[in-house]
């Protein structure tokens, strides 16, 4: 069996990953960085979320040897110019800011601005292939931020961003139902067949 490095310290995403990945579990056993004694602290200092996530792949493969998966990912608020975007997970000004921080600065910049305040969620998976290659997968999910924290099931900005056509928010959803509709998702089934050609299974 072939390993998997997923270069993320989320053992969460981990679970997430092999639910998606689907009759690949098979023939993958998917390891985390720290499985291997790793802890890389990778500058993400790209220009995209294609640019943030392959360095990743890029530092881990050659860490550990083994074909890497890494994913970058971001929120897009059309009324903020497509903020927070590449800056997401840092976008709260005060040091040591939560996820709380960032949904309440994100409103704080939304306030007086009209309704809806169209946004998306962007998630770009890169694979470090041992051949030297990197492959590329993306996958968005459209929606709105709403004014008001809903659900439990999330984190990040997912209690704020609102699906229309379920009118639940993203925090609202089971894990079925996000497994099939999160970016992340997408990109991460995007990349199957992409591993599989790796794989030649």
């Not at 310290?9 to 960085?33: A, F, M, V, W, Y």
Request: aromatic share 6%; hydrophobic share 40%.
């Amino acid at each position: 069996m072939k390993s998997l490095l997923i270069a993320s310290s989320n053992p969460g995403k981990l679970t997430e990953i092999q639910d998606l990945i689907g009759d690949l579990r098979t023939h993958l056993k998917l390891l985390l960085p720290r499985d291997l004694g790793l802890n890389l602290d990778v500058l993400e200092d790209g220009e995209t979320y294609a640019e943030n996530a392959a360095l990743k792949a890029r530092a881990y493969y050659q860490a550990s040897g083994l074909l890497t998966l890494a994913d970058d990912s971001g929120l897009e608020v059309a009324a903020l110019d497509g903020k927070p975007g590449l800056h997401s997970a840092r976008y709260a000004p005060q040091p040591g800011a939560t996820d709380a921080d960032r949904r309440a600065y994100l409103l704080k910049n939304l306030a007086g601005l009209p309704r809806p305040w169209a946004a998306r969620f962007c998630c770009t998976v890169a694979i470090a292939a041992p051949d030297g290659s990197l492959h590329f997968s993306e996958g968005i999910c459209p929606g709105e931020i709403i004014p008001e924290e809903r659900g439990t099931n999330g984190f990040g900005y997912d209690p704020i961003f609102l699906i229309p056509e379920l009118g639940k928010t993203m925090a609202e959803l089971s894990m079925a139902q996000k497994n099939q509709l999160s970016h992340r998702a997408r990109a991460v089934r995007g990349a199957v067949p992409l591993l599989a050609s790796l794989l030649k299974v």
